[in-house]
């Protein structure tokens, strides 16, 4: 399929306008537009040169197709391997690509500066990716969950899975999610305000570490000052949204 009849069958389904009545071959034809749009969309982040990228298990799922948008077009891409306990999945496209460094979170403290490149709500918001940047809110997640940071980077449905890069532009985290409204609300009686977790990078280091030929190839964390607008760009080359059918 090329890359416009995707765009298209994305915004198709976030259409909300009333259906109107509808003769038989129109029913069969929505048919079969149904069966070629998206279940669901995310965010993902190339890690090595040779298009290995990383993103939240609950984005792909249980399914056995998922492309990626690049700028190179839309590519099949195969799933790796999962970590269902801690939502990591490794996928594997052709190609040459933009690849981040991952580095060891450690180091974050309170206030340390983040940012993600991803692509949230596309039917609505467009298919251009998005910076959201902020700061490190918690060094723990959910009732202390050591695996996640608390971050203060707004993010909404579609950046899961995106890398959260500090302010050389090391991969420190995986965007998870949001703290469920629901729970808030039941708990406190209150909606939440931008509470959002990322997976830390010492458990998305240590999934790639049970797979050798990835974990070789890892680039080297960058040491250095840089200039921010240069660490979103390479963000944004390296981020890709993930089409899950």
Known sequence: MSLSAVLFLIRKACDFQPRKASSANSLV????????????????????????LITNRHV??????????????????????????????????DGKFAALPVT??????LGSTAATVG??????????PKLAKGEIASLSGVQDDARHFQISVLVQPGNSGGALVDDRGNVIGVVVAKLSQKAALATTGRLAENVNYAVKNSYLLSFLESV????????EPITVDRKF??????AE?????????
């Open 29 to 52: 034809k929505s048919k079969a537009d149904a069966a070629s749009r998206p279940e669901r969309t995310g965010s993902g982040f190339f890690i090595t040169d040779d298009g290995y």
């Open 119 to 128: 692509f949230p709500n596309v039917g609505l918001q467009g298919f251009s």
């Open 60 to 93: 792909v799922g249980e399914s056995a197709t998922v492309h990626v948008l690049t700028a190179k077009g839309v590519i099949p891409t195969k799933i790796v391997k999962v970590d269902k306990a801690n939502d990591l999945a490794l996928l594997k496209i």
């Open 237 to 245: 080359q390296s981020a890709v949204l993930l089409l899950v059918y």
């Open 229 to 234: 607008e240069n660490v979103i760009k390479d």
């Open 104 to 109: 060891l979170s450690r180091g974050m403290r």
């Open 212 to 219: 050798p030929e990835v974990a070789t190839k890892l680039k």
